[in-house]
C-alpha cells in the first residue's frame, strides 16, 4: 500500500499501522525513502516525525539518524509551522540523550540559512546547548564567517540576525575562555557599527572578556584605543571610556588613550573655537567703528516684520536678528570630530563620563611615575576639558544647556584632580571600588543566572492529595495524546502538564446559531499547536431530513482552513459531528465565520449564517524572561512602534513593573506598568503595551480592560 497508493490520507493510515504492528519495518522504510521526505503530504511528514521519535525512545542505535532526518527537514521544508515544530522535537531528543548528538552540532548550524528569525533562534539555542570544549572552535569559526557575511549582506532583518550571531559568540567566549581571545577582536569590527544594538552587544562583550580574562586586557585596549574614532554611538562611546578608564594600566597606554581622545574631541577649549568660528562666519561685517550705528539705523529705518510665537504673542524680526541666527545654526551644523559631535548636541551624561575616565587615567598616571612635570600637564589638560565642557554647556552653541547632574559630577572630577595629593580615599574611590562594583555586578549576574537554570532543570513535582488517578487503559486516546508508556510510572506519581477540566472545556465551546434556527450548532474550539482544531455538533431541529447539508468556514487575518468539510444528509431531528483544522500563521486575532447551506422540501434550497468565532490571542501567548539590557539598552521598547495604552484603576498598593511575553511564533511584547495610589485611596495609571504588530497590541489592551470590568470591586 505505501508504494503504490496515491491518496495521502490513505498513506498515511497504512504507515501509521505498519508503526504499530511492526516498527522496524516502519524504520526500514524511512531510510528507504529518506531523500524524498521533504516532498511528502504534511499529514504523512508529521506521521514520520512521530515515527523517528518513538523509534528512539526504544532504539538508541537510531537517535543520531533521527536526530538528521530532523534537521534535513528543517533544512528542505518550506512551511515555517513545520520547521518550529521539527525543532522543538529535535530540541526534545538532545536534552534526553545529553551529548550523543553533539556530533552533528555542524548540521545543526546549518539551519541558520534560513530566513525566519525564530528558527535561527531556536536553532542556536539548541546549537549553544550542544557546545563542548571539543567543537567550541570549529563552532566559533562558523558563527565568525556567519557574522562577516552580514557585513554585506543587504535583506530584511539582517541586523537582528547581526545582534542574534554577536550575542551567541558572547555565551560561547565566556563558557569556553580558549576561543575568547579570537573573537573578541573579530567583534571589536562592529563598535562602529550603525545598528545601535549590536554596537551595544559587542561592547557589552568586550567589557565582560577584560574583565575576566586579565592576559588580553593589554590587546583589547590598544586595539580600543585604535577604534575610538569609529564609533558613533554615544552609549558605546560611554561604554568605551568607561573600559579604557579602569583597565589602561601603562604609561604609554595612558598617553596613547588621551592623544587619541583628543583627536575625537578636537581642539580646545571647545567654547573658544566654535565663538571664533561664528566671528568668521561674521567676517564680512563693516569694522566696528561705524558698523553698530549703521547696524542701529537700518534697523530704525527698515523696522521689522511681526512674528506670531508659539505662546500667541507678537515678536519683531529683524534681517540681522535672522541672518545672526542662520549663521549660528551654521555654525552648529558644520563637520566636527565624534564626541565633540555629542556634547554639542547636548549629551552632556557622554561629558560626565569623559572626565570620570580622564580622572581614573590622570591619577594611575601619577601613581605609576614619578615625573611631576609630565603629571602636572596631563593632569592640566584633563581639567581644562572638563571645565571647556561645562563652560560650551552653558553657552548659545549647544541644543540643550548642561543639566544639574553632569554639571556636578564634571566639577566633583575637577575638584579631585585640583586636590591630588589630599583626598587619598577619593583616589580609591575613583581607581579600586567602581572596578570592584562591577565585578560584584557580574557574579549577581552569574549567580542568578545558575539560580534560573537549577530552578528550570530541577522542577518539583507537586501532587495533591485529592487529585485523580489516571489509569491509561481505562482512559480515552484522544488524537493528540503522545504514545509514551515509558512515561506512565512518572505521570502516576505526578505530572506537569495541564489536564483541562469539565468547566474549562465548557469555556471553549461557541454557539453558533440560535435555538430557533432549522439547525442548532455549536462548536468546540481547541487550540493544539499551531493549529486550531473545530468539532462542530450539528442538530436537526426539523421533521425534515435535510440533504446535501454543507458546512462552509471563510477566516480572516492569518487563518487558513486546511481542508473543507464533506457533504452530509442529516435526519429528522438527528446529529452529525463535523471536524475542521485550520492553521494558524501568526499570532493575531483572527475571526473564522461561515454558514450552512442544505437542501430543503422540493429541491429549495437553505441557508443559516453562522455567529463568527474569535480567536483568543492568549492560546498563543505565553509568558517569557528578557533582561534589562535586552528591553531597554538593545532597543527592543523603541523599536517596537504599535503601542497601546490603557487607563489603570482599582485599590491595591504601588506597582511599576516591566512585562515581557512571548507568542509561538517568535513575536514578542512588551508591557510597562506604572501606577499610583492618590490621596483618595485609589489607584491610577498607566498600562502601555508595545509590539511590532498591531493586533497584538490591540489584543492585549482588549484583555486588560475586560480583566479590570471583571475585577471591579463593588461600590
Known sequence: ILAAESDATCKRNAF???????????????????????????????????????????????????????????IKESDNNVKLIVIDRLDTLRSKHGHILDGLIMDVLQVLSSADMEVRRKAMSIVLSMTSSRNVEEVAIFLKKQLQKTQEADYDKVSEYRQLLIQSIHVTAIKFSEVAASVVHALMEFLGDLNNPSALDVVAFVREVVEKFPHLRQTICERLIQTLSEVKSSKVFRAVLRILGEYIESVSDIQSTLQEIRKVLGEIPILALEQRLLDEANGSEEPDGDASGKKDEKLKEGGGKPRVLADGTYATESAYTSTTTARLEAVKAAAKPPLRTLILGGDFFTGAVLATALAKLVLRFDELTSDSTAS????????????????????????????????????????????????????????????????????????????????????????????????????????????????????????????????????????????????????????????????????????????????????????????????????????????????????????????????????????????DIRIDIMDYIKPAYCNEAQMLSSGMWTEFKWENRGAMSGHCDFLSANMYARSLFGEDALANLSIEKTEAGNITGHVRIRSKTQGIALSLGDHITMAQKDNKPSV
Open 16 to 74: 501509521v499501522f505498519l508503526a504499530h504492528c511492526a516498527m522496524p519495518k516502519a524504520v526500514e522504510w524511512i531510510l528507504g525513502i529518506y531523500e524524498q521526505i521533504s516532498g511528502l503530504d504534511e499529514l504523512l511528514q508529521m506521521s514520520v516525525i512521530e515515527v523517528i521519535w518513538l523509534d528512539c525512545k526504544n532504539d538508541s542505535a537510531h537517535r543520531v539518524t533521527a536526530a538528521s532526518c530532523f534537521i534535513n527537514i528543517v
Open 376 to 611: 602636572n600637564i596631563l593632569r592640566a589638560e584633563a581639567m581644562l576639558i572638563m571645565t571647556s565642557i561645562i563652560r560650551v554647556g552653558q553657552s548659545k552653541f549647544v541644543t540643550v544647556p548642561i543639566d544639574e547632574d553632569s554639571h556636578e559630577r564634571i566639577f566633583n572630577c575637577i575638584q579631585t584632580l585640583s586636590e591630588l595629593e589630599a583626598t587619598p580615599t577619593v583616589h580609591e574611590i575613583f581607581l579600586q571600588d567602581t572596578k570592584a562594583a562591577y565585578t560584584k555586578m557580574l557574579d549577581a549576574q552569574e549567580a542568578k543566572a545558575a539560580e534560573r537554570k537549577d530552578a528550570e532543570s530541577t522542577k518539583a513535582v507537586i501532587v495533591q492529595v485529592d487529585d485523580l488517578l489516571t489509569f491509561r487503559q481505562f482512559s480515552k486516546k484522544s488524537a493528540d495524546d503522545a504514545i509514551d508508556y515509558d512515561e506512565d510510572v512518572g505521570r502516576a506519581t505526578g505530572s506537569t502538564e495541564i489536564r483541562e477540566d469539565f468547566i474549562s472545556n465548557l469555556s471553549r465551546i461557541s454557539q453558533l446559531t440560535g435555538f430557533s434556527d432549522p439547525i442548532y450548532a455549536e462548536a468546540y474550539v481547541k487550540m493544539h499547536g499551531f493549529d486550531i482544531m473545530l468539532d462542530v455538533l450539528l442538530i436537526n431541529q426539523t421533521s425534515n431530513t435535510l440533504q446535501n447539508l454543507c458546512l462552509d468556514f471563510a477566516t480572516l487575518d492569518d487563518l487558513k482552513l486546511v481542508e473543507r468539510p464533506g457533504v452530509y444528509t442529516i435526519a429528522p431531528h438527528g446529529f452529525q459531528s463535523i471536524k475542521a483544522t485550520i492553521k494558524v500563521s501568526s499570532t493575531e486575532t483572527g475571526v473564522i465565520f461561515g454558514s450552512i447551506l442544505w437542501e430543503g422540501p422540493a429541491m429549495s434550497e437553505a441557508c443559516v449564517i453562522l455567529n
